[in-house]
Structures are given as structure tokens and as C-alpha cells.
């Protein structure tokens, strides 16, 4: 059993950062490619980032790219997400998750442990 724990979200307004953080349990973190997703209301869960098990590969939605940066610390078994220039329509519960497949990262049915999210709300 794999227990992920997000922190770091809250409310900020528009032109803000934050910073997550994903803790997870167990003594395999650094074999499994990691990712970030996001639910708005009344909206389907959408990819936002992933990261292979090394941190070596790196992908993004268009929509966040070039102001989310994920990242990993392997030895703290911790997942990152810093946001930066966070606008309205980045407001959303954010979770991480675990891919047990490694490959097509940006389907979040490849994932099999996921967080309880995280809420980020982004005020205009």
C-alpha cells in the first residue's frame, strides 16, 4: 500500500506562486514515474505534469507549461509542483499520483495511487 500526501495549497491571487508537495509512503518511490492532476468543478480530472522515476523526463500540459515546474527529491520521497503566474482558471483540487505503468503519463487511468488533493484557489 502506497500512501501520497499533498500539502501546499491555499488561496492566492492571480500573478501568484505556490508551491505543492506530494509525500509518499514506502521504500520504492524513486521506481515510479510521478504526476500531477487538477479537477475543477464540475470539470473532468485533467493531466498537468509528470516525471519519470530518475526526474530525467519531464512533460507538461500546454496550459501550464513554461509556469509549473515539477520536480522530485527521491531521497525525501517527495513529488513537487511550483506554480508560478497563477491565474483564475488554475484554480482546481490538485492531486499527485503514482504510475505503476511508466509510459503515457498524461492518462490518469496509467496511475494506481492517488492523494486526497490538495485545494488551490486563484482569486481575479
Same mark, same amino acid.
Given at each position: 500500500?502506497?500512501?501520497?500526501?499533498?500539502?501546499?495549497?491555499? !488561496?492566492?491571487?492571480?500573478?501568484?506562486?505556490?508551491? !505543492?508537495?506530494?509525500?509518499?509512503?514506502?521504500?520504492? /518511490? #524513486?521506481?515510479?514515474?510521478?504526476?500531477? /492532476?487538477?479537477?475543477?468543478?464540475?470539470?473532468?480530472?485533467?493531466?498537468?505534469?509528470?516525471?519519470?522515476?530518475?526526474?530525467?523526463?519531464?512533460?507538461?500540459?500546454? #496550459?501550464?507549461?513554461?509556469? /509549473?515546474?515539477?520536480?522530485?527529491?527521491?531521497?525525501?520521497?517527495?513529488?513537487?509542483?511550483?506554480?508560478?503566474?497563477?491565474?483564475?482558471?488554475?484554480?482546481?483540487?490538485?492531486?499527485?499520483?503514482?504510475?505503476?505503468?511508466?509510459?503515457?503519463?498524461?492518462?490518469?487511468?496509467?496511475?494506481?495511487?492517488?492523494?486526497?488533493?490538495?485545494?488551490?484557489?486563484? #482569486? #481575479?
Amino acid at each position: 500500500q502506497v500512501l501520497l500526501v499533498e500539502s501546499g495549497g491555499g !488561496l492566492v491571487q492571480a500573478g501568484g506562486s505556490l508551491r !505543492l508537495s506530494c509525500a509518499a509512503s514506502g521504500r520504492t /518511490f #524513486s521506481t515510479y514515474p510521478m504526476g500531477w /492532476f487538477r479537477q475543477a468543478p464540475g470539470k473532468e480530472r485533467e493531466f498537468v505534469a509528470a516525471i519519470s522515476g530518475s526526474g530525467g523526463s519531464i512533460y507538461y500540459a500546454d #496550459s501550464v507549461k513554461g509556469r /509549473f515546474t515539477i520536480s522530485r527529491d527521491n531521497a525525501k520521497n517527495t513529488l513537487y509542483l511550483q506554480m508560478a503566474n497563477l491565474k483564475p482558471e488554475d484554480t482546481a483540487l490538485y492531486y499527485c499520483a503514482r504510475s505503476a505503468i511508466g509510459r503515457a503519463l498524461r492518462f490518469s487511468q496509467n496511475y494506481d495511487y492517488w492523494g486526497q488533493g490538495t485545494q488551490v484557489t486563484v #482569486s #481575479s
